[in-house]
């Protein structure tokens, strides 16, 4: 769970408006999680025909030692069972996103589908929060869009209450924010591109640091101060961006604590909020393609919109996409899309939710339509739709399965421009010469503390 996009993230400030909503029907059972779910949340049992088979438990390693680098071969002598394209896009409609339509029709994206693997896991004390927050996790009343209370250290909503769609809604939002993907991570090179008429141009690099209060391993709900995040980005490359910095804390409710965001710029000396990086504020590193709250399908405060739960159901999504860590950037991105050839698709149950605005509030994209995967509980495809109800933007999140974690968790994410066919990528990849090497060290809370990062700035 990587919450980047091109090292400048989303902050907040304190949303006011909302729509009441019931935070939250009777308790769910917890010991569901043990027999027809899984420690998740997700369906243990696979699907009628046999092409999602039955979680059991998925892939899970011993744990490596801190100084070597948690990219993981998998499942690499598979052969795609099946491609779709636009000669045979009506036979698998109902298995495709909108987004997933269009940008196959459109600029001739083909899906390599291969055999459908559960891989997604969590170590045990994950699992045991996870059980806790069924009877404690509660949406704020003000309105679940605003964020929750009575959880830590696991999934705050696994089982979800779909009496009530905005519940559900928000529930599944914030799955989406708070998915497991470790404790403290460090990425040597994050590098941020942008496709604009099939030339690749590089537009950050960083050094990316985080660590994750909510999934403190010594941690609890009664000392969790309510941060789910901390993200320190060194910015690298390209050279006029060289020596900056961004530090981002991320909140799980925007009630209580607002997120923040500090840089530091080059020539200035000194470290300042940026309290407007935030919403559809466009990514200055972007060229105009994305905005701050389009990384990783959505991204930053969900409270602008209603999230609103449609259906759930099974769709071809980016699953498993660990070859993608084996290659260049440049070898992986085409013109319009990833390279087929190195991204995997796979048949996966998912959560369907919309997304509209709430009243008062403004956003480019007046709809959302996101795909929250039932294992990871993350939002693996979505789409953005304008004021006039057309579809102008599609997200792609590709993960990556982690056995020593264990967990399946984001590797890179995309937001496509419909219009003109440019998009964005932003990953743990190798851009050459840099190496996107990620490791889970500990890391000294000075990382991320914003008073050191002040002083330490020098002109």
């Not at 609103?308 to 085409?334: A, D, R, W």
Request: proline residues 7%; glycine residues 10%; aromatic residues 12%.
């Amino acid at each position: 769970m990587k919450r980047r996009d091109f090292g400048l993230l989303a902050g907040t400030s304190l949303a006011t408006a909302a729509v009441v909503r019931p935070a939250k029907a009777a308790a769910a059972d917890p010991s569901l999680l043990t027999t027809t779910l899984t420690p998740m949340g997700g369906e243990r049992a696979g699907n009628a025909d046999g092409s999602i088979p039955a979680w059991t438990g998925g892939q899970v390693s011993a744990p490596l030692p801190a100084s070597q680098p948690v990219a993981a071969h998998l499942f690499e002598d598979e052969q795609p069972l099946y491609k779709v394209n636009a000669g045979n896009l009506a036979q698998y409609a109902d298995l495709l996103t909108e987004g997933t339509k269009f940008q196959i029709t459109k600029f001739g994206l083909e899906l390599h589908v291969y055999p459908t693997h559960r891989t997604a896991a969590a170590p045990q004390y994950v699992y045991d929060n996870t059980a806790k927050n069924v009877t404690t996790a509660t949406l704020d009343p003000r309105g679940g869009r605003f964020g929750f209370t009575g959880a830590y250290g696991g999934i705050p909503f696994p089982i979800i209450d779909t009496t009530d769609p905005l519940v559900a809604g928000a529930q599944l939002i914030w799955n989406h924010l708070t998915g497991w993907g470790g404790y403290t991570t460090l990425t040597q090179f994050n590098p941020g591109v942008v496709m604009i008429g099939g030339n690749l141009i590089l537009v950050s690099g960083t050094l990316s640091r985080f660590v994750y209060p909510y999934y403190d391993p010594n941690g609890s709900l009664e000392t969790f101060e309510g941060y789910l995040s901390k993200a320190h980005f060194y910015y690298k490359a390209p050279g006029s961006v060289d020596g900056q910095e961004t530090m981002v804390w991320h909140t799980t409710n925007v009630n209580v604590h607002p997120d923040i965001v500090w840089t530091l710029l080059n020539g200035q000396g000194r470290v300042r909020k940026a309290p407007n990086q935030a919403f559809d504020a466009p990514n200055p590193f972007s060229n105009g393609i994305a905005n701050l709250d389009e990384a990783s399908c959505f991204y930053g405060n969900p409270s602008q919109y209603n999230w609103s739960y449609i259906t759930k159901k099974e769709i071809l999504v980016p699953y498993n996409c660990n070859k993608m860590l084996f290659h260049t950037i440049q070898e992986i991105l085409s013109p319009h899309f990833p390279n087929p050839e190195f991204l995997r698709w796979e048949k996966h149950r998912v959560w369907v939710v919309e997304a509209n605005l709430a009243p008062g509030e403004h956003n480019v994209n007046a709809k959302r339509r996101l795909y929250f995967d039932e294992d990871s509980r993350f939002a693996l495809l979505g789409e953005g739709y304008d004021a006039q109800g057309e579809l102008v933007k599609a997200y792609g999140f590709y993960n990556e399965c982690i056995p020593s974690l264990p967990g399946v968790v984001e590797m890179g994410t995309s937001t496509f421009n419909l219009t003109s066919g440019d998009y964005t990528y932003n990953g743990n990849n190798n851009y050459a010469p840099f190496t996107g090497a990620e490791y889970f060290p500990q890391q000294a809370p000075s990382f991320f503390d914003p008073q050191l990062m002040a002083a330490n700035a020098a002109f």
